[in-house]
């Protein structure tokens, strides 16, 4: 009887086991957060996507491959772009946002941080995007042979037209003649590019004139560099131009002395009530024409945090010269993001009014209310770029 119920029990146990092991199986594996991947240490925790809307961070991160930024908002930028964080929910997964995320990091020339997540990637030879970003990379860090050996293990959409045009560039630079000329005439027959053509036209003739240079790309730069043309007269997109200048713009000191001394304090974070008192009396006697910056640098250095006594609150609420362009409703998102300690979306706010306002920089009053709200949610290293830049503006 002992023996039969032992035996029992045994049968029972294996079934179980044969069942646990069974499901094991068939669990699917999660799919891999992307942005979990970091491009390097950036001071920003792993959860700095805590909280952000999939919306807006969809929206911005693909704005932020096509637009130019100022040196403050590329800063801001590739910081945070950078940093291996757990992405918002349902963007973390989407292979092709996060080949928007690498080329929103070219845009802004962190080509070092780029290439360090791509080569922690996995699967760029089953997604296109990736893959493109990656070839795009390489391109631009003057590393073309990675580039074709990208292309050539690309296992879906190669017959897309980017990668023809680079796999006609990659045959001829393997001495493959016959095959570059037979690709660079499907790649135009089906989407014809002027640029391309006389570029890549004049690289497999081996000679003739090929035009203006054009750096609408890494591959255009790629040929417009091995032809020797002149890159400087060329009309460069954000990512060329960020790579070409190989690193941020140094905020320069300003000529006037109460100017720089604001523009130092606050790249240190000390901005102090003796300075902005200056900067108001400064303000004060500025004639008409030059007033509104001088309103304008006071504006900003009371922005990052100094003390302002009730003199300089009531000369501050005064100024009329701030001038604003950002959309009220997208400002509103911003403070609200701030209030709820958003740090990534705080960020991505931040950068979305950015890119409206250009390279160029943003109006005075759009600055401030973006100086706050980094403050706010602790983006302290940011928000004083964008203060010192503020500042040297007023020059």
């Not at 005439?185 to 004139?209: C, E, H, I, P, T």
């Not at 009531?314 to 604003?324: C, N, R």
């Amino acid at each position: 009887m002992a023996r039969r119920i032992i035996g029992v029990a045994l049968g029972a146990l294996l079934l179980s086991s044969a069942a646990i092991a069974q499901e094991v199986a068939v669990t699917p594996l999660a799919a891999p957060d992307h942005f979990s991947t970091a491009g390097r240490e950036t001071g920003l925790g792993p959860d700095l996507w805590r909280g952000t809307s999939p919306g807006i961070a969809r929206a911005v991160i693909v704005l932020l491959a096509t637009k130019p930024l100022s040196p403050a908002g590329r800063g801001l930028a590739s910081r945070v772009l950078a940093t291996g964080a757990t992405g918002p929910e349902g963007v973390g997964q989407d292979a092709g946002l996060a080949g928007a995320r690498v080329s929103a990091l070219l845009a802004q020339g962190a080509v070092a941080e780029a290439s360090a997540i791509l080569d922690r990637s996995s699967g760029l030879d089953r997604s296109p995007e990736l893959a493109r970003a990656a070839a795009e990379a390489a391109l631009l860090a003057n590393a073309p042979d990675r580039a074709c050996t990208i292309a050539a293990q690309l296992a879906t959409g190669r017959d897309d037209i980017y990668w023809l045009r680079l796999r006609a560039y990659c045959q001829q630079q393997a001495g493959e003649a016959g095959a570059a000329q037979l690709t660079f005439d499907l790649a135009q027959s089906q989407a014809r590019d002027a640029a391309y053509g006389r570029l890549m036209g004049v690289k497999l003739a081996g000679g003739g004139n090929p035009g203006p240079a054009s750096l609408r790309n890494g591959l255009d730069y790629t040929l417009s560099r091995d032809l020797s043309l002149d890159l400087s007269q060329a009309k460069a997109s954000p990512a060329v131009a960020a790579a070409l200048e190989r690193g941020l713009a140094v905020t320069t000191a300003p000529d006037d002395p109460v100017l720089a001394d604001a523009v130092s304090l606050v790249k240190s974070g000390q901005p102090d009530a003796a300075t902005l008192a200056r900067l108001t009396d400064r303000a004060a006697a500025a004639d008409g024409k030059a007033r509104p910056k001088a309103q304008n640098a006071a504006l900003i250095f009371a922005a990052l945090g100094s003390p302002a006594d009730a003199k300089a609150r009531g000369e501050l609420a005064t100024y009329t010269g701030a001038e604003a362009k950002a959309s009220p409703s997208r400002m509103l998102a911003l403070d609200l993001a701030a209030d709820r300690k958003l740090v990534g979306e705080t960020a991505l706010l931040a950068l979305w009014l950015s890119a409206d306002a250009g390279a160029a920089g943003l109006p005075t009053g759009d600055r401030v209310r973006i100086i706050r709200a980094l403050k706010a949610v602790g983006l302290d290293e940011d928000a004083r770029a964008y203060a010192a830049e503020g500042l040297a503006a007023q020059r």
